[in-house]
């Protein structure tokens, strides 16, 4: 049973960074594919960026590619989310999601664990 718990949250303007953390305990964190949705008010929750256990392979939602950029340290079972140039149509709560699968997957379906979710806000 992997628990995840994000952070880094907050409240920024247009064309600012964040960087959010997700920890992972009670499970070998190198074994999980990691990803981050996130869901804004009134709308579904919707995939950010993956990254593999196996090859290291990220995948991005077309809407944060080159913008966002994910990254994981094994050492210390935390997978990252950087996020610059933001926009207030990021503006949602943030979710850290685990799989044992192989791939990056787009569903929030693929995913059996995740975490209580962060708030960011980004005001124009």
């Known amino acids: 049973q992997v628990q995840l718990v994000e952070s880094g949250g907050g409240l920024v303007q247009a064309g600012d960074s964040l960087r959010l953390s997700c920890a992972a305990s009670g499970g070998t964190f190198s074994l999980y594919t990691m990803a981050w949705f996130r869901q804004a008010p009134g709308k579904e929750r919707e995939f950010v960026s993956g990254?593999?256990?196996?090859?290291?392979?990220?995948t991005y939602a077309d809407s944060v590619k080159g913008r966002f950029a994910i990254s994981r340290d094994n050492a210390k079972n935390t997978v990252y989310l950087i996020m610059n140039s933001l926009k207030p149509e990021d503006t949602a709560v943030y979710y850290c999601a685990a799989s044992r699968r192989i791939l990056v997957l787009r569903t929030t379906q693929s995913y059996a664990y995740w975490g209580q979710g962060t708030q960011v806000t980004v005001s124009s």
């Open positions: 990254i593999s256990y196996s090859s290291g392979r990220t």
